[in-house]
């Protein structure tokens, strides 16, 4: 199993920027493709962001923060990371972090197998 816990939201203005983190522990982090998603009231948990295994692997963005954002990893520090920049009121939601067993890119839901319990982002206007 992995157990990932998230941190690194808050309250910040529009325009301004969040740097995500997802800590990993358990079993070889390195075999595990990495995810973002967010929640936001009321509505359905969306993908954001996903990274392959390998640290400087392939990555893939949602549409709606593509040129905003940058996933990254660590694989020596069992990290990933979610880099948010020019933040907009629609991107308050609260943020997961996820894991699976994976050669390649996750960019849905339901092909993770482990999550974190989030981090809450609020972007004011």
């Known amino acids: 199993q992995v157990q990932l816990v998230e941190s690194g939201g808050g309250l910040v203005q529009a325009g301004g920027s969040l740097r995500l983190s997802c800590a990993a522990s358990?079993?070889?982090?390195?075999?595990?493709?990495m995810g973002w998603f967010r929640q936001a009231p009321g509505k359905e948990r969306e993908f954001v962001a996903a990274?392959?295994?390998?640290?400087?692997?392939?990555?893939r963005y949602a549409d709606s923060v593509k040129g905003r954002s940058a996933i990254s990893r660590d694989n020596a520090k069992n990290t990933v990371h979610l880099q948010m920049n020019s933040l907009k009121p629609e991107d308050t939601a609260v943020y997961y972090c996820?894991?699976?067993?994976?050669?390649?890119?996750?960019?849905?839901?339901?092909?993770?197998?482990?999550w974190g319990q989030g981090t809450q982002v609020a972007v004011s206007s």
């Open positions: 996820a894991a699976v067993e994976s050669l390649g890119v996750v960019a849905y839901g339901l092909g993770y197998d482990y």
């Open positions: 358990g079993r070889t982090f390195s075999s595990y493709a």
């Open positions: 990274i392959s295994r390998r640290t400087g692997g392939s990555t």
